[in-house]
């Protein structure tokens, strides 16, 4: 048995930067960018709903570590689809720590415009490598390596949205919550797919599901 400490996301503690950097070895430039972020982040959400105020300050954690993670179950993915982006989670997250990756490109979807705005901001600023879309999710078609989605929609209706992602050859890795059997149970009444899951290293209550080969039942 080792005797190496806990790490943070084990021990329950607060994850800072530091303990973020440490998880993910982002450089200190992806880290003045995620930085940036959650200011942005926190001042939009004093005028919009973007995230739970009360999630703001556990970021490193609940937000950025917990994109940050498939990065680590799809470390070859240069293009990602994000679908019900919201304020950039994961979506933003993943294009902080893929800039200036050669070929790397988010598209970040989300049907919300004010949201869309919201992306385009933090994009333009910190010069991402994202496309915003601004329209529904199921009504686009993009070829991407990994679609991915984190509380867009239960597992059925998700299915729904990723399957013209899907059937043109992405993976998908959507990230769930402790409910996560129930609505694979549902979902496989109207789907069939191949389903693989992680648990989450930022929570490990939180599941993250990779889906290949969907068809209706
Ligand atoms: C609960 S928020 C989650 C946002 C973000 N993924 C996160 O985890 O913080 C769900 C988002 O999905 C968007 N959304 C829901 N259905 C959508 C669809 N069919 N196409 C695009 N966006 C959708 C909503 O507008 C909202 O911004």
Known sequence: MSDAPAPPEA????????????????????????????????????????VGPATIPDFWNRHAWD?????QLAPQAKTWADLGA????????????????????????????KRCRFLAQVSKELDLPTEIHNVRAEDLSLTVDIVTARACAPMSRLLGYARPYLKRGAVGLFLKG?????????AEKAWRFESELTVSRSDPRGRIVQVKGLSRV
């Open 11 to 50: 021990a329950g503690a607060v994850l800072d930067a530091a303990g973020y950097q440490a998880l993910t070895q982002a450089t200190p430039a992806q880290i003045a960018d995620l930085t940036r972020f959650l200011e942005m982040l926190t001042e939009g959400n004093a005028v919009m709903n973007l």
């Open 67 to 71: 994109s940050a993670q498939l990065l």
């Open 86 to 113: 919201g304020a950039g989670f994961p979506g933003l997250v993943l294009a902080a720590m893929l800039k200036g990756a050669p070929g790397a490109k988010v598209h970040l979807v989300e049907s919300m415009t």
């Open 178 to 186: 402790q409910d996560v059997v129930s609505e694979l149970q549902e």
